[in-house]
């Protein structure tokens, strides 16, 4: 895409969020009566991380949050995405409440709105508790009437003042690359499985927004956010095109289908065929998942380019999912994965803002009139500090530039994109990757947990304060 010459203008009520998850930053895992969610195991799982790092202390927000929304107050952001860790809300993932899980998130928030940072709340983002897992977890159907349960104890506390709520964050992670290539938590490699924690999952999404509808004021708003893949084929030859389709049904048909139009894509369940007969659907399911939406989030990297295969024989593979023996693409042993060309991230991840744009203006077509949000968009780089211990990192600034002129551009074509989260507002657990993977605007010192604003940082939070692009020079 070419620089735009002129500034880069955005609407004034549009959102400049910076995006965390709780198990990914809050540390303070035993304390208030919290108990293991499944990422405590796995990441305490020997081979399971890399060099054995898990989140127990983390970058210690749970006592440094008042000091991190000062910090975020001072860059200038005007919207704040985290996430409820739901064993700090109910230990076991069933009964009452826990009083000091649910005052913690009360104090994050009041703290928000007292500086004018707009909270969105994500009661999902993979912090399944232990409990929940040992009953075996989202292919067993109960879990979904947990999460509802436990949706409507967050919409009762916190629905006064959030106003923005999100069910699950990128349950194609959760499915796929929990219970199929088993690359994250809980590390299971099982492809029916998989497929029917993604049904589960979506299930839990029509019942926690039914329940949170009938537990907070109506003037709030539900969205979702969806890892919503870029899938291009190598070639316009039918076989890669029917590749491309058949990913574009595993990463995105899945879940948008039935949360969008109340039915998975008949392609769908031909080419799982060899995997499961989807009898785990229950008659009304589709009804119950298929509930009305206010907003749809979006989370983008990096585009997914594909080509028609022979049946890949078995053994490990690098798909940029991790590396794991097993595939998250149950059905799909005749589909290879390319490496886009380009510029990459610390990640592996191919640089590509032109992604984003079809992204959103694909979902401009397919939910016509559902605002959208970019509920995560960053990159990792090998951050370090200088001598004056300044952080200057030009790669991610022009990566933000890159992708921010392309949210504008879909608006400027039509797109009803509301705001942007930067992935992410500070350096925290990078899941299986550890602690390596930098990929917060603002950077943290893993030995004292000093925080420190990368270049990025002021330069997104004058974005921030202005509403104009500063040039990418001004690093
Ligand atoms: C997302 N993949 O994770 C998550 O929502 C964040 O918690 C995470 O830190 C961020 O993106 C960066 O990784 C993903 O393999 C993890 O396709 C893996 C994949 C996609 C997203």
């Known amino acids: 895409m070419p620089e735009p010459m002129t500034p880069v203008t955005f609407p004034p009520a549009f959102l400049w969020g910076a995006a965390t998850s709780a198990y990914q930053i809050e540390g303070a895992v035993r304390e208030g009566g919290r108990t293991p969610s499944i990422w405590d195991t796995f990441s305490h799982t020997p081979g399971r991380t890399a060099g054995g790092e898990h989140g127990d202390i983390a970058v210690d927000h749970y006592h440094r949050y008042r000091d991190d929304v000062a910090l975020m107050a001072d860059l200038g952001l005007t919207a704040y995405r985290f996430s409820v860790s739901w064993p700090r809300v109910q230990p076991t ?20 709105l007292a500086v004018g940072i707009k909270p969105a709340l994500t009661l999902y983002h993979w912090d399944l508790p232990q409990e929940l897992e040992d009953a075996g977890g989202w292919p067993e159907r109960d879990t979904a009437y947990r999460f ?24 194609w992670c959760s499915a796929f690359l929990g219970y199929g290539s088993g690359v994250h938590a809980p590390g299971r490699t099982d492809a029916a499985a998989s497929l029917k924690a993604a049904h589960h999952l979506n299930l839990a999404h029509g019942l926690a927004t039914s329940a949170l509808r009938a537990s907070m004021p109506a003037r709030n708003s ?32 899945v879940f948008h289908g039935p949360m969008l139009h ?3 894509p008949q392609s769908l369940f031909e080419a799982t065929r060899s995997v499961t007969d989807w009898s785990f659907v229950q008659d009304g399911d589709l009804t119950l998942i298929h509930q009305p939406l206010d907003a749809l989030g979006l989370n983008y990297y990096t585009p997914t380019l ?22 998250p693409w149950p059905g799909a042993d005749d589909v290879a994965f390319l490496q886009t060309p380009g ?3 610390e990640m592996g991840w191919t640089i590509d803002p032109t992604g984003l744009y079809d992204l959103i203006t694909r979902y401009t077509r397919e939910a016509p009139g559902l ?15 200088d001598p004056e211990g300044n952080v200057h990192d030009p790669e991610r600034i022009a990566y933000l530039h890159g992708h921010l002129s392309a949210v504008r551009r879909a608006i400027a074509d039509g797109a009803d994109v509301r705001g942007y989260y930067l992935w992410s507002l500070m350096d925290n657990f990078e899941w299986a990757y550890g602690y ?19 270049s990025s940082a002021r330069w997104y939070g004058e974005a921030a304060r202005t509403g104009v692009l500063p040039a990418v020079s001004e690093a």
Do not use: C
Not at 93 to 112: K, T, W
Not at 225 to 247: F, G, T
Not at 371 to 385: C, H, M, R, S
């Open 93 to 112: 993932g069933r009964g009452p409440a826990v009083q000091v899980g649910l005052d913690f998130y009360r104090r994050l928030v009041d703290e928000l």
């Open 148 to 171: 509802a349960e436990y949706a409507q104890i967050m919409g009762e506390a916190l629905g006064d003042r959030v106003e923005q709520w999100i069910t699950l964050n990128e349950p």
């Open 222 to 253: 539900v969205a979702v956010s969806l890892n919503s893949s870029v899938v291009r084929p190598a070639s316009q030859s039918p076989e890669d095109m029917a590749a491309a389709r058949k990913i574009d049904d595993l990463a995105n048909g």
């Open 262 to 264: 109340g039915s998975y």
């Open 306 to 327: 594909v080509e028609a295969a022979e049946a890949a024989p078995a053994g490990p593979r690098a798909d940029g999912h991790g590396v794991s023996a097993y595939t």
């Open 343 to 345: 510029e990459r991230t």
């Open 371 to 385: 605002p959208l949000y970019v509920t995560e968009n960053g990159a990792a780089y090998d951050d370090k500090p």
């Open 436 to 454: 390596e993977k930098r990929f917060g605007a603002v950077y943290v010192d893993y030995a004292t947990l000093e925080r420190t604003p990368k």
